[in-house]
């Protein structure tokens, strides 16, 4: 099956939501605007329908091997990502200095959607440099910038993230991996496992950011430190030379994105360069962590979006029953195909807009001028990172699920497409943290350490949105009632989690995936509520393609009554506490 | 991974909800009981560990192969097979007469759930032969079942069931297979597609069970037969003899149960015999249909099981995070782990509670003396099948996702195991009519058709529960609220659904797999609820395991905190009705 990028959507998102056109004037950007970001995205569009989405079955059905001479991967995925690396879109975000484009991070994340939707597992390899340049542009020095940026801007060499050792998933205090100084260098020796694109033949070069420990590294966290470990080192012209110690030793065989090598990483004294301070490496992760975050839930998205296409295509071929003329109805007219297809699509709307507007508040932080608003827009990015990554995969679950369902008996076959989708998403909640680690995140680092005052400005933005319904009276009472029966939700489940946390120790755990899933279904009915009253708005003065504002309208009304009844079970769970999770033995498990 | 069959639960369920005793007493098996019972699932248990679950990897691994002459079965499925025909699992509950060894249905399927949680793949093979035996049993003539049934219950031959043809899924009206008559005998000829187990090489011959229809059928489901077709005719002595006209043409590549081969069947003048009357196919098709759905939703809940005891065991080993002397902590000491567990456990006990309480109420028809109780358990049969099948392989679907989630990224990694289990379940919701199937025969045939009765016997059923609960000042509130809460919902999505049905046909379908869905959370939450009073009045006199009591206790507990509240999304859902279902129009999705 064919994917086209929903390009109308995007606009809408980016023009009406994000409001782009403000966010480019603010941040000086004026050539920048949603005229030329729609002219980006239907290039981008182009590339992912042609080019990358082909090869989407190809990947999963001819996974990477590792060879001879390395990891080979799937057929034709060299040849694209060559074309993808000409026609500069690796560069799009990166700064002028450093061969870059400089365009906001949100119109990378509407441009990555496609990349993600088309092909998942060719996907993560651009998603992984675009990673290692952040972490390098923010933190090495100058001299590493230049001897790696540029050739990563054009996508000439790419960069993984090396990270996850066998004892050491979600816990990276356990660290082991070495770093032994060695004049202007560091000699790097340990095993790190299920690195993505770790190794594969379609650049000259790799370049590996990796976490270890010097020998007089304090325990735990505080004693990583983060190197630049290329697989081939730079002769003095700049260019690859010697190779180094480092090289694959396995692939994982894995439940989906078969396309995409997940390696077994063995450095062997591998020459390694310290990027920023000793034993900052983990708050130099943590750093592109928004970023890195934020993509994986926008992979949550894309999948979706493509699992979408699909059954909405079956649905509309696929004859079941038959009329009392004796013509047979495309399963489309089923209440409940259309209730699948509309828990779809009202939920990727959702996950769209919150992706986007997540990812402008990065843009929102780094151009603000007044340091009020930067710390505001910075503190938004905090907030919102976990819930994107948490809320848009767990959903892409569900989603993808149903684009099987819609398919029946047909969905169960590999060769149609629709389970390929589903086996790709899962990994979706796990790595990058998993979702007990997003919530965690969210409900510690994000609401308890400031008492609550980031959360409780969104809610404010929130509660405008439902004051605007009521002033504007607006027709639909499903939504209005809806969307206020939720937010009250979302501010009593605040409320609790601030006055039940400190008696608790276990409490903030026991509570925290039905916190961050109670905040995600809100904050997808915020922005999905948002659209439209934008779409009202223009419906009301004849502005726009009056049948997609329509569709608006119905997208925001099912939500609201389908999807947003879920906060009050995740408000019950967690208001359960930790005494029922605790209190069962090991052994009564 | 291996597998123990829980006997633990299952005697409780058996002992303690189902009432086993009493139902073999009044239903004049004196010899059978409980205790029985239990000896029986020992037995069974062993198999299913020792034969059976060693190769559930095997045949994952190693799918079904079409062959020069037929399907090869997966490495080891012929000799676990003879193995397991040998010590008469066929039998179980097959009448003497046949001979069978006319033990409660209840009990097969307490034994069944140790196939399908061993290898759900293999365990198709006999869960199909059953369902045939069924409709031999109940519609063939008797030199039919003289012939075919004997040699079916020793599992000497086995059965299949062929009803899909590829426009003819849901939708059986459309079935194209054709039928002529031939002295004493027809000629069936057509297309079958996804026939489980259609061929393979265990056994001298398969009694392939067909759907067809004769030249001069009415059009529609008022037109289709039933036919039996062996795969080798019978010979003067009753031997498979000369090899009837019928064939596996190819396997389909699927997403999961790669042990189980799914064949496109070509029937091409092959010999049949008439099964009962010409034109009955269908209603005999749906009496042995309860049978069917209720074994598939079992496979719901045995996969959740082997998915729980590997998620189980994983967290009792894996140790992230580090205490405060150093010491690494094990997952399954982390909360939101033993969330996720929790939820699996809860969940399982119910819908085990659940599909037995179901299956037990086939036997109380049966064996039922007078003719009102006859009827009402019929009714409670009919009642229960559609939410055992739909509610518990839905929620096989989540459950089997969280037991890859709590593996982390060894999860994702097919070695595992973990994603087997989460492959395999996938087609639990589609095949024996989907999860929108079975939701449109529940608010239809079940509700609608009655005008709720049989529902509100069940509703006044579960108030009995929530009087008990009250009686005896039940100790715990959060199970007394969350379920008098619960039973409220389904009081109101009753009365709803009744009240709001007549005026618009789109209704039904747009509110019915939320009506299914919510009666399903109930019902788990009823019987976890009277078995948690069972436990309580147990404890209270000392008798029983204390450790386990007390585990029932908080299972019902957590049920009644976390999945409960459930039930108020569903019923929000459901009342908003079928307006924004319909209103968008096929080109605005």
Same mark, same amino acid.
């Given at each position: ?49 042609? !080019?990358?989405? /082909? ?52 119109? @990378? =994340?509407? !441009? ?10 060719? &996907? ?11 972490? +390098? ?28 050792? /066998? %004892? ?6 356990? !660290? ?39 020998? %007089? ?10 190197? +630049? ?8 012209? @700049? ?8 090289? #694959? ?12 090598? =997940? #390696? ?22 943590? =750093? ?14 894309? +999948? ?24 047979? $109805?495309? +399963?489309?007219?089923? /209440? ?25 508040? $990065? ?71 998993? =979702? ?39 027709? %639909?009472?499903?939504? #209005? ?8 939700? &979302? !501010? ?30 809100? #904050? ?6 948002? @659209? ?44 359960? @506490? ?12």
């Amino acid at each position: 099956m064919s994917y086209v990028h929903p390009y109308q959507d995007a606009e809408f998102v980016l023009r009406h939501i994000v409001g782009f056109d403000a966010l480019c004037t603010d941040a000086g950007l004026d050539e920048v605007n949603t005229d030329l970001a729609v002219a980006i995205l239907d290039e981008a569009g182009k590339m992912g329908t042609e !080019v990358l989405a /082909p090869l989407n079955r190809v990947g999963d059905a001819n996974p990477a091997k590792l060879g001879g001479s390395g990891v080979e991967q799937s057929p034709g995925f060299k040849e694209a990502y060559s074309q993808f690396a000409e026609a500069g879109w690796l560069s799009l975000t990166v700064r002028e200095e450093f061969g870059g484009q400089n365009l906001p991070n949100v119109l @990378g =994340t509407a !441009v990555n959607e496609i990349w993600q939707s088309a092909n998942l597992a060719y &996907g993560l390899c651009p998603l992984l440099s675009q990673g290692a340049m952040e972490s +390098i542009a923010h933190h090495a020095s100058a001299a590493l910038q230049q001897a790696y940026l540029p050739k990563m801007a054009t996508g000439e060499w790419t960069g993984t993230m090396n990270l996850t050792e /066998p %004892d050491a998933g979600s816990d990276l205090a356990a !660290v082991k991996t070495r770093a032994i100084a060695e004049g202007d260098h560091y000699r790097i020796s340990g095993q790190k496992i299920f690195i993505t694109w770790g190794d594969h033949q379609m650049t000259p070069n790799i370049v590996h950011l990796v976490l270890a420990r010097l020998p %007089d590294a304090p325990a735990g966290v505080k004693g990583i430190s983060l190197f +630049i470990v290329p697989k081939f080192m730079l002769d003095e012209n @700049g260019e690859p030379g010697e190779r180094n110690a480092v090289q #694959c030793l396995s692939l994982e065989h894995k439940l989906g994105i078969h396309g995409s090598p =997940t #390696c077994v990483m063995e450095f062997d004294q591998a020459v390694g360069y310290l990027v920023g301070e000793a034993n900052k490496g983990l708050s130099y992760m943590f =750093t592109m962590m928004n970023h890195a975050r934020q993509s994986v839930g926008l992979q949550g998205l894309a +999948i979706a979006e493509r699992a979408y296409q699909q059954a909405r295509q079956y649905a509309k071929e696929r004859l079941q029953g038959t009329r009392r003329d004796g013509s047979r $109805i495309p +399963i489309i007219q089923h /209440p409940d195909v259309r209730r699948m297809l509309l828990t779809m699509k009202a939920c990727i709307e959702a996950m769209r807009a919150l992706a986007f507007t997540a990812s402008a508040e $990065i843009d929102r932080a780094r151009y603000a001028q007044d340091a009020t608003q930067k710390a505001l827009h910075a503190a938004r990015v905090e907030l919102l990172t976990p819930i994107v990554k948490g809320w848009l995969t767990e959903m892409s679950q569900e989603l993808t699920s149903l684009g099987i369902q819609v398919h029946g008996g047909m969905g169960y076959v590999e060769e149609t497409g629709a389970a390929q989708h589903y086996r790709d998403a899962r990994i979706l909640t796990i790595y990058e943290g998993t =979702t007990g680690i997003q919530a965690l995140d969210f409900i510690g680092r994000k609401t308890l350490a400031d008492q609550g005052a980031a959360l409780l400005a969104l809610l404010q933005e929130m509660d405008q949105v439902a004051d605007e319904l009521r002033e504007i009276t607006y027709p %639909d009472q499903h939504v #209005c009632k809806g969307f206020e029966n939720a937010l009250g939700m &979302g !501010v009593e489940a605040r409320e609790w989690v601030l006055s039940h946390a400190a008696d608790d120790a276990h409490f903030a755990g026991s509570a925290s995936v039905n916190f961050l899933m109670l905040f995600g279904y809100l #904050c997808g009915g915020w922005l999905l509520v948002s @659209g439209a009253l934008q779409a009202k708005a223009m419906l009301d003065t004849g502005a726009g393609d009056t049948d997609f504002l329509q569709a608006k309208l119905l997208s925001a009304r099912f939500y609201c009554e389908h999807v947003l009844p879920r906060t009050g079970a995740c408000l019950a769970a967690l208001k359960a @506490g930790s005494s029922s999770i605790m209190a069962m033995s090991e052994d009564q498990f």
